[in-house]
């Protein structure tokens, strides 16, 4: 059974610069959710789509954002890259009521 | 804001050793979550405790959701090599939110021969 996979594992972008991450979920699984982990601030909740709908977001600014298509796989994209934005970028998919599976994650180095 | 306070940050221990990762908020949680996450990797998910009072064996791994909701423990006997990672509670929110999980701060666990 294929996992969450996450693409591409390491990217490196100009300050100014935009981006786009994409998270193929477990088949089956409808919910996928995106976080951000850095050693300062830890995991922090990004946003979860469900149905292409987005039902939960955090609290980052309108540069972070996401979408979900038909098929379930989920893209986000960061806008107008700040050198604080350097970090693990974590998808994690879910069937409804069950926990999480994980990604291997995406390590964006902003420059 | 809800919050996930973890003790300790760092622990270092010989193999055979127990050791308690206490995870403490403030805040009620509908459940509770344990991962492991190793480097370069994704968390992995341990359990998930629901109930308060709940308590939850996994092998040498022993899980336990306080009565309130509020806070979990994780104890682990007989450490190995392997046990050796990033430990990480998470708590997910009521209804409306529960598909939004709140990290703890993180336990980094070190197990040496």
């Known amino acids: 059974k294929a ?5 591409p594992r390491y990217l490196i972008k100009t300050r100014g610069q935009q981006v786009t991450l994409s ?3 477990i088949s089956g699984h409808r919910s996928v959710s995106w976080y951000q982990q850095t050693p300062g601030q830890g995991l922090q909740f990004l946003f979860e789509y469900f149905s ?5 977001k955090g609290n980052f600014p309108g540069r972070f954002s996401g979408r979900q298509f038909s098929n379930s796989r989920s893209e986000m994209n960061v806008s107008t890259l700040e050198l604080g934005d350097s970090a693990l970028y974590l998808c994690a998919s879910r069937k409804e009521g069950y ?8 390590r964006l180095t902003v420059v | 804001t809800q919050l996930l306070e973890q003790s300790p940050q760092f622990l270092s221990i010989q193999e055979g ?3 308690t990762v206490y ?4 805040s009620v949680f509908s459940s509770l979550q344990w991962y492991r996450q ?3 990797e994704g968390p992995v998910l341990l359990v998930t405790v629901v109930t308060g009072g709940e308590v939850k064996k996994l092998k040498r791994l022993t899980f336990q959701f306080g009565d309130a909701r509020k806070d979990s423990s994780l104890h682990i006997t007989a450490a190995q090599p392997g046990d050796t990672g990033l430990y990480l509670c998470a708590g997910a929110g009521n209804t409306g939110t ?11 666990l070190q197990v040496t021969l």
């Open chain 2, 98 to 108: 529960a598909s939004k999980l709140t990290f703890g701060t993180g336990t980094r």
């Open chain 1, 52 to 56: 292409e709908t987005q039902r939960n």
């Open chain 2, 38 to 40: 190793e480097p370069g």
């Open chain 1, 99 to 106: 926990g999480y599976t994980f990604g291997s994650g995406t």
């Open chain 2, 17 to 19: 050793e127990n050791l």
């Open chain 1, 23 to 25: 998270c193929s979920p």
């Open chain 1, 3 to 7: 996992g969450v996979t996450q693409t």
């Open chain 2, 23 to 26: 995870c403490n908020s403030s």
